[in-house]
């Protein structure tokens, strides 16, 4: 256990707090258990690290502790018995990253959280995986986070373009005009939007740009080999497949998915193909649309398919992304991070919460397809202020 604090202390030395995800602030870290999931790449790590920080500064060393659960501790040694000796140690918090990798993680973290109340734990883990559904009930004990990439917002603030305040969907509807009118003295959106749509979504683009769309490679690669493997069931044989279905969909989305010629095409059944857009979803790289009241069960159809962020159609492709596809897919990715419900509707291309409808387009984009609905709007891109019913397309990047 010696090695973990070691390993721990060494890692928060020059952990840095100068840029904190939206989440971060967010979550009520005085909850006794908390699980944050999410994509790989979007910068969990950093946050427990952060977290661990944050807690040294304000405590000494001995209360807290980070580990990641592949290490290689834990080959020889249980959690269970890391948080017993912890404790006598005196420690509180203890920071477990990675948890999907530890076999019995659920069962043992819901044994700590009964019999060591002295413990406060805070885990990560895949977003591949159902955590909540998991043989042991965490779902009453544990409160859950989601973390997705970056917002154009945060993208802003991360490229040292200004620090702006998240603006909820209900005022960046009644209040558009003003609000991009008074952003847009401190910063020229036009400018930056394309730059965090072909490569400011994930956190470690700072590290460096140039082999950024590799690192998006090497990311896809972990899902598909490593992460999906946790997954019961899941044959490791398909995966060249997973693989090809992942290019198809690259070159052709915003894709409405004939299931049958797909999954003849690829070389699956029917039920298998769904059951891999699902987890291809979970994982982060894929957004699916269903038409309203629809069945959301895992074997129902989608109606349409978009890649995740607009970094991933650039990096898949190997080609400039399509700009009508690029603007619908941001606009659903900021909407969807941001917790709102997102249907394809009868007229336009989205509807939000059920209460909200929006075409996407250009800058001449017109309101003609929304078939003069209540509540519709038109999202434009290369427009810096709105007038009306007529959006900036970049707007809804402040939205988380």
Not at 57 to 71: A, F, H
Not at 82 to 103: M, R, S, T, W
Not at 219 to 226: A, G, Q, S, Y
Not at 234 to 257: A, E, G, W
């Amino acid at each position: 256990m010696e090695n973990l604090i070691l390993k721990s202390n060494l890692l928060l030395r020059n952990q840095t707090l100068d840029f904190k995800r939206f989440l971060f602030d967010k979550i009520d870290w005085n909850d006794r258990l908390i699980g944050i999931l999410g994509a790989r790449g979007t910068g969990k790590t950093t946050m427990l690290l952060q977290l661990a920080a944050r807690e040294l500064s304000e405590k000494n060393s001995g209360r807290v502790l980070y580990t990641s659960l592949d290490d290689i501790y834990f080959s020889a040694n249980t959690l269970v018995s890391l948080a017993e000796q912890f404790e006598k140690l005196g420690g509180e918090i203890l920071i477990l990253d990675e948890v999907h990798k530890y076999p019995s993680w659920a069962r043992e973290i819901k044994n700590i959280y009964d019999f060591q109340r002295n413990l406060k734990i805070v885990f990560t883990g895949s977003s591949i995986i159902d955590m909540i559904k998991e043989n042991v009930d965490l779902s009453r004990r544990a409160i859950f986070y989601n973390l997705p990439g970056l917002s154009f917002r945060e993208y802003l603030k991360i490229s040292g373009q200004g620090d702006y305040q998240v603006i909820t969907l209900e005022s960046l509807i009644k209040n558009h005009e003003a609000i991009a009118s008074e952003l847009t003295k401190d910063f020229k959106p036009l400018a930056h939007l394309p730059n965090y749509l072909k490569s400011g979504y994930y956190p470690f683009f700072k590290e460096n740009p140039n082999t950024y769309p590799i690192r998006i490679e090497q990311v896809l690669k972990l899902v598909l080999e490593i992460d999906l493997q946790f997954i019961k069931g899941i044959d490791s044989n398909n995966l060249r497949k997973l693989y090809q279905l992942l290019y198809i969909l690259s070159q052709s989305v915003p894709f409405t998915p004939n299931i049958s010629k797909l999954s003849e095409k690829i070389g699956i059944t029917r039920n298998t193909l769904l059951l891999y857009l699902s987890y291809l979803e979970k994982a982060k790289i894929i957004n699916s649309l269903q038409a309203y009241g629809k069945s959301t069960s895992i074997l129902q159809k989608p109606d349409k398919i978009y890649l995740e962020n607009t970094n991933l159609g650039y990096a898949i492709s190997k080609q400039e992304f399509n700009t009508g596809n690029e603007r619908e897919t941001f606009f659903l990715n900021q909407l969807k991070n941001a917790g709102h419900e997102v249907h394809l509707p009868k007229y336009g291309d989205f509807s939000v919460n059920e209460n909200y409808f929006f075409e996407v387009g250009g800058y001449n984009k017109s309101a003609t397809q929304l078939k003069n609905q209540v509540n519709s709007f038109v999202v434009s891109d290369g427009l810096e202020v709105g007038f009306k019913s007529k959006i900036p397309l970049w707007l809804f990047g402040f939205l988380y």
